[in-house]
């Protein structure tokens, strides 16, 4: 089955515990990205990826960090979370960016 | 700065209505405009996408429409059923950046 799978879905953490949230797509797509939603912001996007080892800052990416080491795989990694950073995260995945994006079932961070 | 609003926030119609979704957005630039659907608790899921060179899109009951002169987007829900209950999403590709919209919440009541 085609899709999009990230770990944890759920995660309650306490403030400066480094954390990993990981990402997979098994589509053999080139682009990738992380989004957070957040009540009353919507969705913004944190991270992108055109492809392999190609990655760029969003709209919010203040206390992120991702890398792209393999097509299929984009962690989204938070070095000192806080919590503010307590949130919805998505992950998505698209043949190329200006085609149908395809999105993960969502993790849902709280940051004590 | 690309903004996109969707109007309105919340809908309740009863079953079997036509309906209209509008989003909005500043900046015509766009490459593309996609229409997603939310469940509570649950991703994302494409409804349409439509090409900056397309005026419209279809599947099924759903027609979305694309003016980019206008800044406007609209999804046309027919027949409208209990199932069709979810949040709807806008989001509109400027260059690399997707940018949502804060969603039209339905609820189609029996």
């Known amino acids: 089955e085609a899709q999009v799978t990230q770990n944890p879905r759920y995660l309650i953490t306490v403030t400066g515990k480094k954390l990993t949230v990981t990402c997979s797509q098994n589509?053999?797509?080139?682009?990738m990205s992380w989004y957070r939603q957040d009540p009353g912001l919507g969705l913004r996007q944190i991270y992108y990826?055109?492809?392999?080892?190609?990655?760029d800052k969003g709209d919010v990416p203040e206390g992120y960090k991702v890398s792209r080491k393999e097509k299929r795989n984009f962690p989204l990694i938070l070095e000192s979370p806080s919590p503010n950073q307590t949130s919805l995260y998505f992950c998505?995945?698209?043949?190329?960016?200006?085609?149908?994006?395809?999105f993960g079932p969502g993790t849902r961070l709280t940051v004590t | 700065k690309q903004e996109v609003t969707q109007i309105p926030a919340a809908l309740s119609v009863p079953e079997g209505e036509n309906l209209v979704l509008n989003c909005s957005f500043t900046d015509s630039a766009i490459y593309n405009l996609q229409w997603f659907r939310q469940d509570p608790g649950k991703g994302l899921t494409s409804l349409l996408l439509i090409q900056s060179s397309q005026r419209e899109q279809t599947s099924g009951r759903l027609n979305a429409s694309l003016d980019k002169s206008s800044g406007r987007s609209t999804l046309y829900i027919a027949a409208s059923q209990p199932g069709d209950s979810a949040t709807y999403l806008c989001?509109?590709?400027?260059?690399?950046?997707?940018?949502f919209g804060t969603g039209t919440r339905l609820q189609v009541f029996p």
């Open positions: 589509m053999n797509h080139e682009y």
């Open positions: 998505a995945s698209s043949p190329h960016r200006v085609y149908e994006q395809y």
């Open positions: 989001a509109a590709l400027n260059t690399d950046k997707l940018i």
């Open positions: 990826s055109m492809n392999v080892e190609v990655t």
